[in-house]
Structures are given as C-alpha cells and as structure tokens.
C-alpha cells in the first residue's frame, strides 16, 4: 500500500511538473515535514498512530513518509493551490476527503494503526491544518509557527502525550523506532503465537 501511494504521488508530481516551482515552495514542504518528526519525537512513548507493513521495517516505513510520501503530498497540493476563495474551499477538502479515503483503505488493509481513542475524524482535522497551514507558512510564518504549537500543546493535552526529560537522549532513535515497550510487547505477542502453534500440531 505505501508504495502504491508513493507511485502516485511521483506520477502527481510528474504530471504537474512541481520541481518547476520547488523554490516557490520548499517552505511549506519543509514545514509539514519537521511537524510530523516532531510528532514520532513528541509522541513516541504513546503513539496514537503509527505505519505497518510486512515488507518494509519500521525505519524504512518512518523514512519513506518523512523523507518522500510526505513532501510529494504537500508539493502536489501546493503546485496547483487556486487563487479565488471558493475554489481553494473545494481544492482543500478534496484533498482531504482524498487523504482521509487513502488513510480509511490504510486501517482496512492494516498499513496504518489507531490507537488512544485517535480515529479518522482527529486525522481529517490534521489533514486540514496541515494542508492550510502548509499554504499560509509561505506567507506568515511566524502566525503559523504559533498555531501550530497551540495545536501540539492542545493535542498532547488532550491526549495525555507523556513529556519527560529523558525525551532529549538519542532523538533520532526515538523517531525511528518504537518505544521499548513496544518491543517487548511484540515479543510477547510471537512467543504466544509459537506456543498456540505448538499446541495445534500436537494436539
């Protein structure tokens, strides 16, 4: 499935001929970026969601949104932004209607995980300040700057995002891995799937 969405936004790109204007809008793409680090940094002990897959690991999934899905998605929005109000109305929730549909496909297909009382309507919401803000930064950076950290303060607030010192030891592991206890709950997990499989051939 990632890849199936990284194929097409290349195609987007190609289509709209987007490096044409990547100096026009670098930093709105830039923007949207360190806000999702900032999310696996921030959120990492309680993830309320997260990527999966069985051919890709973890880092390469986290590194595969951040570095290409990600940028590709903004750009493509940012390419062919209208000018009048009403169609940017109709370009914005198209756009995320159709991150929203993608993100569904993702939960059916098990590429992507909810948890924390998170679900698609908190997502929605995300797409839209994110695809708005991503707009607005190119003009009042700083006035975006702020909402966007109200954003993250009211979000971790409401979801209980656990903040400690200790956050500010080895930041990149912290986002590109899964907390320890993750791990360990996963090896729990496959060590009862053993047993249970064990019991199945010898019963």
Same mark, same amino acid.
């Given at each position: 499935?990632?890849?199936?969405?990284?194929?097409?936004?290349?195609?987007?790109?190609?289509?709209?001929?987007?490096?044409?204007?990547?100096?026009?809008? !670098?930093?709105?793409?830039?923007?949207?970026?360190?806000?999702?680090?900032?999310? !696996?940094?921030?959120?990492?002990?309680?993830?309320?969601?997260?990527?999966?897959?069985?051919?890709?690991?973890?880092?390469?999934?986290?590194?595969?949104?951040?570095?290409?899905?990600?940028?590709?998605?903004?750009? @493509?929005?940012?390419?062919?932004? /209208?000018?009048?109000?009403?169609?940017?109305?109709?370009?914005?929730?198209?756009?995320?209607?159709?991150?929203?549909?993608?993100?569904?496909?993702?939960?059916?297909?098990?590429?992507?995980?909810?948890?924390?009382?998170?679900?698609?309507?908190? @997502?929605?919401?995300? !797409?839209? +300040? +994110?695809?708005?803000? @991503?707009?607005?930064?190119?003009?009042? /950076?700083?006035?975006?700057?702020?909402?966007?950290?109200?954003?993250?303060?009211?979000? @971790?607030?409401?979801?209980?995002?656990?903040?400690?010192?200790?956050?500010?030891?080895?930041?990149?592991?912290?986002?590109?891995?899964? /907390?320890?206890?993750?791990?360990?709950?996963?090896?729990?997990?496959?060590?009862?799937?053993?047993?249970?499989?064990?019991?199945?051939?010898?019963?």
């Amino acid at each position: 499935m990632h890849i199936s969405v990284l194929l097409w936004l290349i195609f987007q790109n190609i289509h709209k001929k987007t490096w044409n204007k990547i100096r026009e809008l !670098y930093a709105g793409v830039l923007y949207v970026s360190f806000f999702n680090i900032l999310y !696996y940094f921030l959120c990492n002990d309680k993830l309320l969601w997260d990527f999966k897959s069985s051919h890709l690991s973890l880092k390469g999934l986290r590194i595969l949104h951040l570095i290409f899905i990600t940028p590709l998605m903004i750009l @493509s929005f940012l390419a062919t932004y /209208p000018s009048t109000l009403a169609k940017q109305v109709k370009y914005i929730t198209k756009w995320v209607c159709t991150a929203s549909f993608v993100e569904w496909v993702g939960l059916r297909c098990k590429g992507i995980t909810f948890r924390h009382g998170w679900h698609l309507g908190w @997502s929605a919401l995300i !797409y839209v +300040m +994110m695809l708005i803000f @991503s707009r607005w930064f190119q003009k009042k /950076p700083f006035a975006v700057l702020l909402l966007s950290v109200l954003a993250t303060v009211v979000l @971790s607030i409401i979801f209980k995002v656990p903040i400690s010192k200790r956050m500010l030891k080895h930041p990149l592991k912290r986002i590109l891995t899964r /907390p320890l206890k993750d791990h360990v709950t996963q090896a729990v997990a496959n060590k009862v799937k053993r047993k249970c499989l064990l019991l199945k051939l010898f019963s």
